[in-house]
Nanobody, 129 residues
Framework: VQLQASGGGLVQAGGSLRLSCAVS????????MGWFRQAPGKEREFVGV????????YYSDSANGRFAISRDNAKNTVYLQMSRLKPEDTAVYYC???????????????????????WGQGTQVTVSS
């Protein structure tokens, strides 16, 4: 599976931005797609995840209510719609993919980087105050 994130840029606090992740590879329906971010000097942190087949989502506390993940199966693209952005959202954003190894794996499992098998280049998001 290959992933390429795009759509980052500079936005003012309170604004919105939509990131895209182009995905290619076999058996995508058996994967989940996660978004992570990494600010300078900090570890990469979980933002949210979506099931490719069912569209089920799960978000971090900081993203819940402000960010929304969706996917377009026909375009093999996953989106991260970010609204009410804050300066602390400034980071490089990455999309990652994980194979779902068991049918009833809870979505909370994919809140950890260790659950992921593939990742791509990130896209920079800068939120000015």
């Amino acid at each position: 599976v290959q992933l390429q994130a795009s759509g980052g840029g500079l936005v003012q606090a309170g604004g919105s931005l939509r990131l895209s992740c182009a995905v290619s590879g076999p058996f995508l329906s058996s994967h989940v797609m996660g978004w992570f971010r990494q600010a300078p000097g900090k570890e990469r942190e979980f933002v949210g995840v979506i099931s490719w087949s069912r569209g089920t989502t799960y978000y971090s506390d900081s993203a819940n209510g402000r960010f929304a993940i969706s996917r377009d199966n026909a375009k093999n693209t996953v989106y991260l719609q970010m609204s009410r952005l804050k300066p602390e959202d400034t980071a490089v954003y990455y999309c990652e993919a994980a194979r779902v190894r068991a049918v009833r794996t809870p979505m909370t499992t994919f809140g950890r980087r260790s659950a992921y098998d593939y990742w791509g280049q990130g896209t920079q998001v800068t939120v000015s105050s």
